[in-house]
């Protein structure tokens, strides 16, 4: 590694991990406004509407808006193979500020199923080794495979969320769009970036910032209905986080030319960090499940209601209250 490679990550790994903390702070404030508004279809455009003014959306506001510039300052030093996996860690401060905000202790389980996904990330990236930083994406037809794929994974998304008669499927669905088109915007965005360093106005030049700047508001507002319509922020947010960066990493493979350790003992490492971080997700929806399923303690048991947590909804298997608030 040379000196000029170890400053680049010297600055790419903090300013990701930071980002990655306001991110999941950002995510449990606006979790909590949407539960604090009336509740509105699966893709309510409306939203937007009954959330401005709301101190705790404005505060998630805030911290989205930060660690959207933390990522961009980590994406112009490291490459994508490195910063999008980090965003991974947003989902423990996450679970730990939900808990805060509900009022109740942070559940063992779904702690636990947290840094399952967390370590599975740390060894995956250890194997790994991602190297290169592509500062362009390829053009013409080498676009196509893997954005043919990343179409069709979200209008399925889309589809589900609001077609589906199933909660816990409209919520799934809603996680993939947003987990996508999260990951496709943080791809565009280290393009971004990278032509911020040769010019305040080069940006302006291209495509790429205008394409951000429609796709990622869209991610946006599909990740406030993912929370309104979810029981609990981590399963969902889990679903997200861990598309976001798969995405970004196709992304850095198949447009950017980036590089990561493909030797087959390399390559068994990193799916057996893909199956840790699997297997995480699924102990956090399983426990949101058996959580939401649970009957509401009466009055004289409110004690225990708040240490399990908060009471139920239509309960499935990525924490959804069909109609609660």
Not at 39 to 53: E, I, N
Not at 112 to 123: H, I, Q, R, W, Y
Not at 148 to 157: K, W
Request: glycine share 14%; net charge positive.
């Amino acid at each position: 590694m040379t000196a000029a490679t170890g400053v680049s990550l010297f600055v790419a790994v903090p300013a990701a991990v930071l980002g990655a903390v306001c991110m999941g702070l950002a995510s449990a404030a606006q979790a909590r406004a949407t539960k604090e508004v009336e509740a509105g279809g699966p893709l309510d455009l409306t939203l937007f509407r009954r959330l401005v003014g709301r101190p705790l959306w404005l505060i998630g506001i805030a911290g989205t808006v930060l660690g959207l510039v933390l990522q961009l300052v980590a994406l112009a030093y490291g490459p994508l193979l490195l910063v999008q996996p980090l965003l991974v860690t947003s989902l423990m401060f996450a679970g730990f500020a939900s808990a805060r905000l509900e009022r109740r202790r942070p559940d063992r389980m779904m702690t636990f199923g947290a840094l399952l996904c967390v370590a599975g990330l740390a060894g995956l990236l250890v194997v790994a080794r991602p190297s290169g930083n592509g500062a362009t994406l390829v053009t013409g037809a080498a676009l196509l495979p893997l954005g043919f794929v990343l179409a069709v994974l979200t209008l399925l998304g889309l589809g589900f969320g609001a077609f589906s008669r199933s909660a816990s499927l409209r919520v799934l669905g809603l996680a993939v769009a947003t987990g996508v088109l999260y990951g496709l915007t943080a791809g565009l965005m280290k393009v971004v970036a990278n032509q911020f360093r040769i010019g305040a106005g080069e940006p302006f030049r291209h495509w790429t910032l205008y394409l951000v700047c429609v796709i990622g508001p869209i991610g946006f507002l599909l990740s406030q209905n993912t929370f309104q319509q979810g029981r609990f922020l981590t399963p969902a947010l889990a679903v997200i986080t861990a598309l976001d960066p798969l995405v970004g990493v196709a992304i850095g493979l198949s447009w950017m030319g980036e590089s990561a350790n493909g030797t087959p003992l390399a390559l068994f490492g990193e799916a057996l960090g893909g199956l840790v971080i699997v297997i995480g997700i699924v102990m956090l929806s399983t426990r949101a499940s058996h959580l939401s399923a649970e009957p509401v303690a009466g009055s004289g048991e409110a004690a225990e209601s708040e240490h399990r947590g908060p009471g139920p909804g239509s309960g499935d298997g990525y924490g959804l209250a069909g109609s609660s608030c």
